[in-house]
């Protein structure tokens, strides 16, 4: 089993950053993929980036690439989301998951460990 926890969310202002973190504790050797996914009110959750332990390659939804990068510290088991150049569009709830498999990076059914998530707000 693993365990996650979000950290780093808040408010700022469109053109602000914010740094989401996500710590990992459990059977961490048994992750294949990590991902952040966020979900807006009254819309699906959707993936943001995706990033394979093991070639460290990394995947961004069409409407953040170029302004969040996901990194991933082995050594501390933590997941990272730099957000630069926020707009209002990415206020969301931001959850950190986790599988132990390949396959579509995006796809929600197919993690299957979920943060409690956290709170971006970008006014």
């Known amino acids: 089993h693993v365990q996650l926890v979000e950290s780093g969310g808040g408010s700022v202002q469109a053109g602000g950053s914010l740094r989401l973190s996500c710590a990992a504790s459990g059977y961490t050797a048994s992750i294949v993929t990590m991902g952040w996914f966020r979900q807006a009110p009254g819309k699906e959750r959707e993936g943001v980036a995706a990033?394979?332990?093991?070639?460290?390659?990394?995947y961004y939804a069409d409407s953040v690439r170029g302004r969040f990068t996901i990194s991933r510290d082995n050594a501390k088991n933590t997941l990272n989301l730099q957000m630069n150049s926020l707009k209002p569009e990415d206020t969301a709830m931001y959850y950190c998951a986790a599988r132990g498999t390949g396959g579509n990076w995006s796809l929600t059914r197919l993690y299957k460990y979920w943060g409690q998530g956290t709170q971006v707000t970008v006014s």
């Open positions: 990033i394979f332990t093991g070639s460290g390659t990394t």
